[in-house]
């Protein structure tokens, strides 16, 4: 583990075009947080990414001059040996299995998307796997580590985790982080200065109360989110309306349950122009590597704000030096439930805010549960928890009532058929589904 001489970081998938964020905020914010070691690790397949963003993450160190060493390597084992740090930023089956999880659902008329209804649920059965094994790997060589997941369903990769793993775990989104970005400059106050309470789970919470210096600051952030009148609001906009009645801000990923008409409709219509978000962020990650491997570039360039996930790596570096320096200042973190959402299960993980101490983030109370919130957190964690099982098991019935019961998917029937689909689709990624057949009984 870490000496003085300062601490060991393995990134997970660090050939990611998100990397030069998260290494330019070890740099900044080293003093708190003295990196010694960061291990950017990989697989084969994207060796040839992680030797670019590796290449540029080496410049970063040298222009910084801090005593950083930058090792790139696809040996797991080796980088998470004795970490204090594991970060986990994987995308298994790459961008063309998002690119399937967008598409085959909007063939049976369902949304197509990367974390939320059946492109999630496959995300996680790809992904759920891999992640435990390594945190056996974490459990075996850095049993103190603390591992961070970016990995998304983030939500769920975390739960497995809790449920299935002894290790101290973490999930982390960066939208908690971009809402108070965004309250910070509306108000022009210091985002210590803003206190915005989260109620729910990943990619499906509710902003219940946004205090800024002490001043409730909610219905004016409700009535902002609205520049037209209640009569004649576009379907892809939030209703005015609908939001005073509700009394909380919802996250943008709930735009797919309350308007899934419109934005079912609008999926189709880019797809048909051929431009699902996967084709999207291909083009850009394209372009990064582009001017990644620039031998003149030693900084992060402005382009990868366009990527999506921004403040990602503000998220990470806050959290790893609050753990590091046990800080107890307050993030937005998914942690097990422990009775916070007393309708959840003890083990669910949930999306709130925490106060980060050295032994890890305690979640605090909450002070207003939208009573129209319930039903809707409880049914997709139903969905969630019966997916992580499938996930570990490789159970088809699992599967299927997890899909059955997702609150986007509009029949048995349909979640059959498209479950079909999409398990063959993803069968090179989902060993403990088809193991089975193999060994010579048949899939049923």
Known sequence: MATNQGLKIAVIGGGSSYTPELVEGFILHYKELPVRELWLVDIDPGLHKLNIVGSLAKRMVEKSGLPIEVHLTTDRRKAIEGADFVSTQIRVG??????????IPLKYGVIGQETTGPGGMLKALRTIPVILDICRDIEELAPNAWLLNFTNPAGMVTEAVLRYSNVKSVGLCNAPIGLIK???????AAPDRIYAEFVGLNHLHWITRIDVEGEDKLDDMLADTAGYSAKNVPAREWNPEFLQSLHALPSYYLKYFYMTDAMLAEQQESFKQGGNRAEVVKHVEEELFAIY??????????????????????????????????????????????????FLPEDASIEVNCVVTKTGPLPLPLTKIPPMAKGLIHAVKTYEQLAINAAVTGDRSLAIQALAHHPLVPS????????????????AYLPNFFAKETAGTPVQ
């Open 94 to 103: 790459m961008l063309d299995a998002r690119a399937r999880d967008e598409s």
């Open 182 to 188: 965004q309250v910070s400059a509306k108000y022009n």
């Open 293 to 342: 491997a620039n031998p003149e570039l030693s900084e992060k360039p402005k382009q990868l704000e366009q990527r999506g996930g921004a403040f990602y790596s503000e998220a990470a570096v806050n959290l790893m030096r609050s753990l590091h320096n046990g800080t107890n200042d307050i993030q937005t973190l998914n942690v097990a439930n422990r009775g916070v959402l007393d």
């Open 412 to 427: 048995v029937e349909v979640a059959i058929a498209m479950l079909d689909e999409m398990l063959e689709a993803n069968k």
